[in-house]
């Protein structure tokens, strides 16, 4: 007898070379066992009349880290599709952590990731961290990077300096270590400090222990914005030099007088790979990103850490400092003050109970209720909240969008954030990709739309038996109405769940059935080359 059988569906098997076609799939073990007509009983019987069958999609840019570990986890990307979620992003992640490290690495994290009670920091390395995963339960899968902010603190604190040998040494180790402990690869976040406070070179040695595991460096570039090209320029360096592949975060031209910069970039991961690199990216389906507020601060500001920061901000000399810096150009630094500018800049989560009624305002709207310049404004506002604060910003074009969702390279990435007044990402990132990019714009067919969110991102990690409705793979699979699928989920309203996915099944288990959450922890924890 099979555990399950899915009956009379349209599949859709991830390889986008296939036609959908009608096929019942049975599963056994958590593994897909048939695919064809099945008339074996089972254990359970669904029906996906009507209705398309993919594997399950991978988020290849996830920041539920620490989502995991809350009393209840979220469901906002199992019912959207998601049955694998890529961790450690942005080179700020929970391990390695540890001594006087662990609050810093905290505070990093709170406007990220969230904040979780101390008790539940039951690690303090990466492999623990793993270990915590698997005791905690999941609901979807968890695939782990290693993240070169705890690295470089382990290693030299947050002094903004270059390493010394040694200490380069020492965070060869941890890298070479955590792969083998199966991490992905390396992610850095080369706007979050200390990520930035890491040369080039430091990237390329760090990344051979990467590339000669087989993994993927992945990265927010240094500049998104002006310097996008130049930026994109070391980025293709450090994966060339080093042999890792070369996975961007949410590729994006920030702000309306660096959009036309894209295609000069598009033309150079081109060339790249005819120099035998490997590249892809990934990105959100919206034309507004979102992360935490202090990015729009200086690097410089962080170089004492986390605790200063906050006493700083309340000093009268580095205030005048921090306002200086924004009357500065774009070839200086990424000044969102004159990028997108402050009113096109949101609150959307806080800490404290006081400060709840800026979610969702603007720092121009904000600063005018409270009668300040909003760099004051948000100087003091991060000094209250510890730093607790996340930030949605618009920026972007559809054109470039386009290009880079549209492009072969690329694939989905939710970067959902979690508290507040989130994103419509965090609920709607792969609805809202088929509803735009299959249905009302048709830029794939559906096989197409279904190979870029499971064997493709399936392949970058380096999993082949996941991402595909085919015996012997792991029963990772989405039911979903082609025609209905779409996101509801708005910057208004960002909570609400999508239409058009009544079930989802993690590793052969329901965790969505009837367009209704199922409270149960099947996921695994994946492990590089395991």
């Given at each position: 007898?099979?555990?399950?059988?899915?009956?009379?569906?349209?599949?859709?098997d991830?390889?986008?070379?296939r036609?959908?076609?009608?096929?019942d799939v049975?599963?056994?073990?958590?593994?897909?066992?048939?695919?064809?007509?099945?008339d074996?009983?089972?254990?359970k019987?669904?029906?996906?009349?009507?209705l398309a069958?993919?594997?399950?999609?991978?988020d290849?840019?996830?920041?539920?880290?620490?989502?995991?570990?809350?009393?209840?986890?979220s469901?906002?990307?199992?019912?959207?599709g998601v049955?694998?979620?890529v961790?450690?992003?942005?080179?700020?992640?929970?391990?390695?952590?540890?001594?006087?490290?662990?609050?810093?690495?905290?505070?990093?994290?709170?406007?990220?990731?969230?904040?979780?009670p101390?008790?539940?920091?039951t690690?303090?390395t990466?492999?623990?961290?793993?270990?915590?995963?698997?005791?905690?339960?999941?609901?979807?899968?968890?695939a782990?990077?290693?993240?070169?902010?705890?690295?470089?603190?382990?290693?030299?604190?947050?002094e903004?300096?270059?390493?010394?040998?040694?200490?380069?040494?020492n965070?060869?180790?941890?890298?070479?270590?955590?792969?083998e402990?199966?991490?992905?690869?390396?992610?850095?976040?080369?706007?979050?400090?200390?990520?930035?406070?890491?040369?080039?070179e430091?990237?390329?040695?760090?990344n051979?222990?990467?590339?000669?595991?087989g993994?993927?460096?992945?990265?927010?570039?240094r500049?998104e914005?002006?310097?996008?090209?130049?930026?994109?320029?070391e980025v293709?360096r450090?994966?060339?030099?080093?042999?890792a592949?070369?996975?961007?975060?949410?590729?994006?031209?920030?702000?309306?007088?660096n959009?036309?910069?894209?295609?000069?970039?598009?033309?150079?991961?081109?060339?790249?790979?005819?120099?035998?690199?490997?590249?892809?990216?990934?990105?959100?389906?919206?034309?507004?990103?979102?992360t935490?507020?202090?990015?729009?601060?200086?690097?410089?500001?962080?170089?004492?850490?986390?605790?200063?920061?906050v006493?700083?901000l309340?000093?009268?000399?580095?205030?005048?400092?921090?306002?200086?810096?924004?009357?500065?150009?774009?070839?200086?630094?990424?000044?969102?003050?004159?990028?997108?500018?402050?009113?096109?800049?949101?609150?959307?989560?806080?800490?404290?109970g006081?400060?709840?009624?800026?979610?969702?305002?603007?720092?121009?709207?904000i600063?005018d209720?409270?009668?300040k310049?909003?760099?004051?404004?948000?100087?003091?506002?991060?000094?209250?909240?510890?730093?607790?604060?996340t930030?949605?910003?618009?920026?972007?074009?559809?054109?470039?969008?386009?290009?880079?969702?549209?492009?072969?390279?690329?694939?989905?990435?939710?970067?959902?954030?979690?508290?507040?007044?989130?994103?419509?990402?965090?609920y709607?990132?792969?609805?809202?990709?088929?509803?735009r990019?299959?249905?009302?714009?048709?830029?794939?067919?559906?096989?197409?739309?279904?190979?870029?969110?499971?064997?493709?991102?399936?392949?970058?990690?380096?999993?082949?038996?996941?991402?595909?409705?085919?015996?012997?793979?792991?029963a990772?699979?989405?039911?979903?109405?082609?025609?209905?699928?779409?996101?509801?989920?708005?910057?208004?309203?960002?909570?609400?769940?999508?239409?058009?996915?009544?079930?989802?099944?993690?590793?052969?288990?329901?965790?969505?059935?009837?367009?209704e959450?199922?409270t149960?922890?099947?996921?695994?924890?994946l492990?590089?080359?395991?």
């Amino acid at each position: 007898m099979l555990d399950l059988v899915i009956k009379n569906a349209l599949v859709v098997d991830g390889t986008g070379e296939r036609k959908p076609f009608p096929a019942d799939v049975g599963v056994q073990g958590g593994k897909i066992a048939l695919v064809g007509t099945i008339d074996q009983e089972a254990a359970k019987v669904t029906d996906a009349a009507g209705l398309a069958l993919a594997p399950g999609f991978i988020d290849m840019h996830s920041h539920t880290d620490l989502e995991y570990f809350r009393e209840k986890p979220s469901d906002a990307k199992i019912r959207q599709g998601v049955t694998t979620e890529v961790l450690g992003q942005d080179g700020l992640g929970a391990a390695p952590v540890g001594g006087e490290n662990l609050q810093i690495v905290k505070d990093l994290l709170a406007g990220l990731d969230g904040i979780i009670p101390d008790e539940k920091w039951t690690w303090r390395t990466f492999p623990e961290y793993l270990g915590a995963l698997e005791r905690r339960g999941l609901n979807n899968n968890a695939a782990v990077l290693l993240c070169h902010g705890p690295v470089r603190i382990a290693a030299l604190g947050m002094e903004e300096r270059a390493a010394t040998p040694a200490e380069l040494r020492n965070m060869k180790a941890l890298v070479r270590e955590s792969m083998e402990e199966g991490a992905f690869g390396l992610s850095t976040g080369l706007i979050y400090p200390p990520c930035p406070y890491g040369d080039t070179e430091e990237l390329i040695g760090l990344n051979r222990e990467v590339g000669a595991k087989g993994g993927i460096f992945v990265v927010h570039q240094r500049d998104e914005g002006y310097y996008l090209s130049r930026s994109f320029d070391e980025v293709s360096r450090i994966s060339l030099e080093s042999g890792a592949h070369l996975e961007v975060s949410h590729l994006q031209a920030y702000g309306r007088v660096n959009w036309p910069i894209m295609d000069e970039v598009l033309e150079k991961a081109e060339r790249m790979v005819e120099k035998g690199g490997s590249i892809s990216w990934d990105r959100y389906p919206y034309l507004a990103g979102c992360t935490v507020l202090t990015a729009v601060l200086p690097n410089w500001t962080f170089n004492e850490g986390t605790a200063a920061l906050v006493r700083n901000l309340r000093k009268p000399e580095f205030r005048a400092r921090v306002h200086a810096d924004f009357t500065k150009g774009l070839d200086v630094w990424h000044n969102r003050q004159i990028s997108v500018g402050w009113e096109n800049i949101v609150v959307t989560a806080v800490q404290l109970g006081e400060n709840k009624w800026m979610e969702g305002l603007s720092c121009r709207a904000i600063a005018d209720r409270l009668g300040k310049d909003p760099i004051d404004m948000v100087m003091d506002l991060l000094a209250d909240e510890k730093l607790a604060v996340t930030m949605i910003s618009f920026y972007g074009s559809d054109t470039v969008l386009e290009k880079v969702l549209g492009h072969p390279r690329g694939t989905v990435g939710s970067d959902g954030i979690f508290g507040g007044k989130p994103h419509p990402r965090l609920y709607g990132a792969y609805p809202c990709f088929f509803r735009r990019f299959v249905r009302e714009k048709p830029f794939f067919t559906l096989e197409e739309a279904v190979r870029k969110v499971t064997s493709f991102p399936a392949s970058i990690l380096g999993i082949p038996d996941r991402g595909r409705i085919e015996e012997g793979c792991w029963a990772d699979m989405v039911i979903f109405d082609p025609d209905k699928i779409a996101d509801r989920s708005t910057y208004d309203i960002p909570e609400a769940y999508p239409e058009g996915i009544p079930h989802v099944f993690v590793n052969g288990t329901a965790v969505v059935e009837e367009g209704e959450t199922v409270t149960c922890t099947p996921g695994k924890v994946l492990r590089h080359g395991k």
